[in-house]
């Protein structure tokens, strides 16, 4: 039986294989990214260990000078990031983000229309996720599984029908733009707040990227901050109303605040306040320059694997406008399979529901995200190289072991942190900490 301190030596080595693994890979989870070498030993600094309930200057703690100084600032950085008078920083999470919408702003038994699971929103929009928790009534928005988006026409009406409290759009597998300037009108028709989900693509929306849901009639936005914002672990809500407007607007604001705290959070998580003020900053600096490649990025990607033969989705309008690709490899032995084979290899992706699947265990789609691969210096013109390597795996057979070592070869030269202020080595570094 190993002792105690024995079992924290065995935590700490896997920590370090797990490094080693992600070095020597190619990662293209498309929720995943890599943060600088500064937010990380932000991470691990005191900040980690307070608590600071509520907002600057009106706390339950005390020893909160420079913490009430950090939050300030992360406030203002993620206002000028996004452009909106109203951010709150606070929420733990996407989900934690989303769970304090619902909670401020409908009741139980409220009407929240979104689209299903399968085609492509994500579990906090379920019954069986947040939703469910506020108890709200979802209502399914149409889809258009020719381009994985929502059939704006068939919403429209379908809005007008149900009359839903809130309107939710955005998506977990989101290759287009959602159609918020056509349903945002509609919805205000029927008194629905639009309340846009930008975990994916707020860091392509802050790069001036994807759309711009704020500016297009959404009411506020709820997002990840870890994703193609690629800050530390944390969900952020952005509004264009005035805390300091109407009364209107001061009093929505007020319900969002309260959402987040008592509703949701009670001492949100300091350490990842102070990295994520960094993150907005690095982004403010390089973000648009990082969107930009992440989207020419993927769409090289998408033509170089339909090259080589693979079924890439979406084909006819470009393959995508974001950091995803969704790739069919149902004739090939499904997603699952097809994921494990990659990781074998050493390209590290996931499996996905595509249109016509009906099982999330065993889908015929795999989503490639590629901001992780420009956050660590690559590029459209190492995308052929990269879809050889699936041509290899999964087209031509080839032993995964073999393609292996290959594969750390190429990405031992994509091996620092770009777009911040201290480029460094994405994970050596951290063992020399
Ligand atoms: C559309 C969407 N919303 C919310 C979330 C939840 O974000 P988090 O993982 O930060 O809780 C995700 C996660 O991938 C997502 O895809």
Redesign the pocket.
């Known amino acids: 039986m190993p002792t105690p301190s024995q079992h924290a030596d065995y935590v700490t080595d896997q920590v370090q294989q797990h490094h080693h693994l992600f070095e020597t890979s190619l990662p293209m989870i498309a929720?995943e990214n890599c943060i600088s070498p500064t937010a990380r030993r932000l991470l691990a600094s005191d900040f980690h260990d307070r608590y600071a309930e509520g907002r600057p200057g009106k706390r339950y703690y005390q020893g909160l000078e420079h913490i009430d100084n950090v939050e300030r600032r992360c406030e203002t950085l993620a206002q000028d990031l996004l452009d909106a008078p109203y951010t709150d920083t606070r929420p733990t999470?996407?989900?934690?983000a989303?769970m304090a919408v619902f909670f401020a702003l409908a009741e139980p038994g409220d009407t929240l229309m979104t689209l299903d699971t399968d085609s492509g929103?994500?579990i906090?929009?379920a019954r069986i996720g947040a939703a469910g928790v506020r108890d709200l009534n979802i209502e399914p928005l149409p889809d258009d599984p020719d381009r994985l988006t929502i059939d704006e026409d068939a919403a429209a009406d379908r809005i007008r029908d149900i009359e839903p409290d809130i309107l939710l759009l955005?998506?977990?597998l989101?290759l287009f733009p959602a159609p918020v300037e056509t349903l945002a009108p509609v919805a205000k028709e029927v008194d629905a707040t639009v309340h846009y989900?930008g975990?994916?693509v707020l860091g392509l929306i802050a790069g001036g990227q994807f759309q711009d849901p704020l500016r297009e009639g959404a009411d506020l936005l709820?997002a990840?901050t870890?994703?193609t914002l690629p800050g530390p672990?944390?969900?952020i809500i952005a509004s264009t109303k005035d805390p300091e407007g109407s009364s209107e607007e001061e009093a929505f604001t007020k319900r969002l605040d309260k959402g987040v705290f008592p509703g949701v959070v009670s001492n949100h998580h300091l350490h990842h306040l102070a990295a994520k003020a960094v993150a907005f900053a690095e982004h403010l600096e390089h973000g648009e320059a990082y969107a930009q490649t992440i989207v020419d990025t993927s769409q090289a990607l998408g033509q170089a694997l339909s090259e080589r033969g693979f079924s890439v989705l979406c084909e006819e309008h470009g393959f995508t406008r974001s950091h995803q690709l969704a790739v069919d490899v149902g004739e090939h032995g499904g997603g699952r399979d097809i994921a494990q084979l990659l990781e074998d290899a050493g390209v590290i992706c996931n499996m996905n529901m595509i249109p016509g699947d009906e099982s999330p265990f065993n889908p015929s789609g795999l989503r490639l995200g590629t901001q992780e691969l420009v956050r660590r210096g690559m590029g459209p013109e190492h995308m052929d190289e990269v879809a050889e390597i699936y041509a290899r795996v999964v087209l031509k057979g080839e032993d995964p072991e073999k393609v292996k070592g290959d594969v750390a070869n190429l990405v031992d030269a994509f091996n620092t942190v770009q777009y911040c202020f201290d480029e460094k080595e994405a994970y050596r570094f951290w063992e020399l900490a």
């Open positions: 929720s999470s996407g989900t934690t989303n929103a994500h906090s929009h955005g998506q977990s989101f989900d975990a994916h709820t990840s870890h994703k672990q944390g969900g």
